[in-house]
Structures are given as structure tokens and as C-alpha cells.
């Protein structure tokens, strides 16, 4: 039967003491579908918010106040490793098997088995990260939102200087939350910015472009977006939850949208309320159809919003202890080659590593590519052949090409308008001689 698993952590002392809780649990796995249920536990972990990441295989957990993260193995339920850094880690994410790491004093830090930091960019802490498989979205109390490359981030070259390739800071008070949707289309991509100013902007953040603002009786502390980017869904400070559709009866993005772009729009209307006991969201997640919202509350409730119906809440769980993160895990999994077996704990500089993977699927009787490179001398003449093919090729870029033409279209229109304008006056000229003769 297929299940949905969502991931929760908790920060800060018991509320009350419940001897149902766990003793020094900080991190739980849930069952959402077809019963909820809370099936392990992991201990002695602290989690402030942004700072939860869960692969196939590990729970990446950076620490309150702290510049440590706790590693655990899912397989075995236990830690297997406590990494320490430079700085405190104030936001976390893993974007396949690349950790990133928000710090305290304004820098990103890439983490496989080398680690790279880049330059503060931001002036304050970076608290909230998105990424894409081709960029990284960072957040910051400094009110600036940076988009990084992360091929760039990720570049051998030690000489390379890191730095974002667009700075978007239409905002005015610091970024609590940032979420983007995984389009490839540069013209379609969007993120979802919130910010302590009581607005939230919709980006094109590849071009810097803000599409539309919200504004919002109160700050809103968190957002998550809709699996196919059709609306997100905001807590605000004062306990309200909002649903905003970008692509309802009247659309806030595209052609058939009837404000102009850079005109603002007040969300007034809440399709929910948070019991006043259990205080204002502190983070949220949407199921993997769509259909269902959980929030996170510093109470230590779990709460489930219906969106079908857009119902009241119900409580799916009280960990005794303020939820801090809300991390879901795909049900159906992308098929990975390898699975990664330990972690690597990373270290500054290019010094060589070993990195254990298994095999996930027996190679005997398959040719598969990797099977071809094994048995191969040297570089296989097929991946050379592709290599060089690729080299010979020129650069396509999409918005440059698009560009060229137009400026190439109106030449030709001036072009045949002086054409047109020639054969004219060329006409009258000898109408005019023979009239003369």
C-alpha cells in the first residue's frame, strides 16, 4: 500500500511533563496515509526553524544557537555523525546529495565531501533557502532575497569568486520564508517570498522581476507552495491562514491577469483560523497531491487543514514541544543508480576523500552505461564522442537569440518602409518628366 511520510522536529524545553513523549526525542518520522502514526524517533536534537533536511537515506538537523549538525542514518535510527563548522547555522538544505548551509554572519556553504563558503554576501544571517536542481534561493534578515547558481557554487576552481547572480530586495523588513517552484522554463519559473514588511512577492527570480504583491493585515511568518505552483498557502503573526490562487477567476500572474504587475494587492480573506491555544504557525507543509495542509505550532501541535473543503483544522499529534519543521518525503522517489551508504563529513580545501555508495540494482546481464565505463580501458570513445560534440556546439542562449531577432525584424521594417519610400518618389519623379516633355 502506498504511504505518505512526513518528517517534524521540535526546539526548546517540554511544555509540560508528558511521559507519552519520548525523553530527549527531537526529531519524529510520521506516517501521514492511510493512518498517522509516529513510527521512529530520533534524540538529542534541537531544531530551529529552516534547519530540517531528510534524503532517502539520512536527517541532516543543524542545532539551536549551535555551529553543529547531527547526522542520522534513517536505516538504523541512530546518529552517525556530528559535524561541526565555523559558524552558527541558522538554515539548512539538501538539494540532492549537496547540503547547503545558511550562517549567522551572512554566508552559504556547500557541503559534499569539500566544503565551500562563499563571501557574506548577505549582512545579516541567512535564515530560509529554496533551490532548484540549477539554483538557490537564499533569504535573509538583511531583507535581500540572492539566487545563486549552484553549478557555480559547486565549480573545482578554487579562484572562482562566488557571487549571486540576481540580488532581488524589493522587500523592507527581514525575509522569514522563501519556497520555488521547480519549472526549468526561465520564463515560468517563480518563487514565493514572506517577510516581516506584511508582504509577500511572487519573483520571476531568473530575470529579478517581481510579478505581484501581497499585502497582509499581519507579518507572515511562513509559506509553502502548492505541488504544481497553482496557489501557496501563508500563516500569518496574528493566527490567520491564507490560500492564494495565482490561477483562479481573476489570475495574479499572466496575460489575463488585470492589474498591472507592479500594482499591490490586499489579502483581507482567511480560509482558516488557528486555535488560539495552540499560537500562530511556525512552519508548514503540503501533502504530495496537494490535497492536504499540516501546520506547526509552538504549542506542540501538529495541526491537519482540509483543502479540498477548507474545513476547520484537526490535531494529527502534540510533541510537547514547539515544531519547528515540516519536512515531507516524496512517496514515489526518483530511481537512484547508487544509495549512499555514510556521509562524508566535509572539510575545507581540495584534499582527496572516499565516498562509500551502493549499488542499488544488480548490474549482471545489463549493459548499462556504468557498466560500459567499468569494463572500458580508459574513457569510453562513446563519452569522448559526446564530449566533443558538445564542445562543437555554440552556446545557446534562449533570451540573447530572442532579442537579436527583434532588433533584427524592426531593421527590416525600416529597411522596406525606405524601400517603399524610394519607389515612390522614384514613381513621381518620372511622372513628373514626362509630364514636363
Not at 54 to 61: E, K, L, R
Not at 171 to 190: G, K, L
Not at 218 to 238: G, I
Not at 270 to 298: K, R
Amino acid at each position: 500500500m502506498l504511504t505518505e511520510t512526513y518528517f517534524s522536529s521540535v526546539s526548546g524545553p517540554p511544555i509540560a511533563n508528558n511521559t507519552a513523549i519520548a525523553k530527549d526525542a527531537g526529531i519524529y518520522e510520521h506516517t501521514l496515509h492511510p493512518n498517522h502514526s509516529t513510527p521512529t524517533t530520533l534524540k538529542k536534537s534541537s531544531v530551529p526553524r529552516s534547519c530540517l533536511a531528510v534524503s532517502d537515506t539520512h536527517v541532516f538537523a543543524a542545532q539551536e544557537e549551535k555551529s553543529t549538525v547531527h547526522v542520522y542514518s534513517r536505516a538504523r535510527g541512530n546518529q552517525e555523525a556530528l559535524v561541526t563548522f565555523q559558524e552558527r547555522i541558522r538554515s539548512l538544505l539538501l538539494q540532492d546529495d549537496v547540503l547547503f548551509l545558511g550562517t549567522q554572519e551572512g554566508r552559504v556553504m556547500t557541503c559534499t565531501g569539500r566544503q565551500v563558503s562563499t563571501p557574506a554576501c548577505h549582512v545579516q544571517a541567512v535564515t530560509c533557502m529554496a533551490a532548484t536542481p540549477f539554483h538557490l534561493i537564499t533569504g535573509s534578515d538583511d531583507s535581500n532575497i540572492h539566487v545563486w547558481s549552484i553549478p557555480h557554487l559547486l565549480e573545482l576552481d578554487s579562484t572562482v569568486e562566488h557571487e549571486p547572480e540576481q540580488t532581488l530586495s524589493n522587500h523592507r523588513a527581514a525575509v522569514t520564508s522563501v519556497v520555488v517552484s521547480q519549472s526549468v522554463n526561465p520564463d515560468t519559473n517563480i518563487c514565493v517570498s514572506a517577510s516581516k514588511d506584511k508582504s509577500c512577492i511572487i519573483w520571476n527570480y531568473q530575470h529579478g522581476v517581481a510579478l505581484r504583491t501581497l499585502l497582509f493585515p499581519s507579518p507572515v511568518s511562513c509559506v509553502c507552495l502548492d505541488p504544481c505552483a497553482r496557489a501557496f498557502y501563508a500563516s500569518s503573526e496574528d493566527g490567520s491562514m491564507y490560500a492564494i490562487e495565482l490561477f483562479a477567476e481573476k489570475p495574479l500572474l499572466g496575460p489575463q491577469s488585470a492589474e498591472e504587475n507592479s500594482t499591490a494587492i490586499q489579502v483581507s480573506s482567511a480560509f482558516g483560523a488557528v486555535p488560539q491555544e495552540a499560537g500562530a504557525a511556525l512552519c508548514l507543509g503540503v501533502s504530495y497531491d496537494g490535497t492536504i495542509l499540516l501546520s506547526g505550532h509552538p504549542q506542540g501541535q501538529i495541526l491537519r487543514w482540509d483543502l479540498s473543503n477548507r474545513a476547520d483544522s484537526t490535531e494529527l499529534a502534540n510533541l510537547n514541544a514547539s515544531v519547528t519543521n515540516l519536512v515531507f518525503v516524496a512517496p514515489l522517489p526518483f530511481t537512484r543508480p547508487t544509495k549512499t551508504v555514510t556521509v562524508v563529513k566535509p572539510f575545507l580545501g581540495s584534499r582527496a576523500y572516499n565516498f562509500t555508495a551502493q549499488l542499488t540494482s544488480d548490474l549482471a546481464g545489463s549493459d548499462t552505461r556504468f557498466r560500459k565505463m567499468l569494463n572500458s580501458r580508459g574513457m569510453p570513445s562513446e563519452s569522448l564522442e559526446q564530449a566533443i560534440l558538445a564542445l562543437q556546439q555554440p552556446v545557446s542562449d534562449g533570451i540573447g537569440d530572442q532579442a537579436l531577432r527583434t532588433e533584427n525584424e524592426e531593421l527590416w521594417e525600416i529597411v522596406n518602409e525606405q524601400r517603399a519610400l524610394q519607389k515612390k518618389t522614384l514613381q513621381r519623379y518620372v511622372e513628373a518628366k514626362s509630364a514636363s516633355l
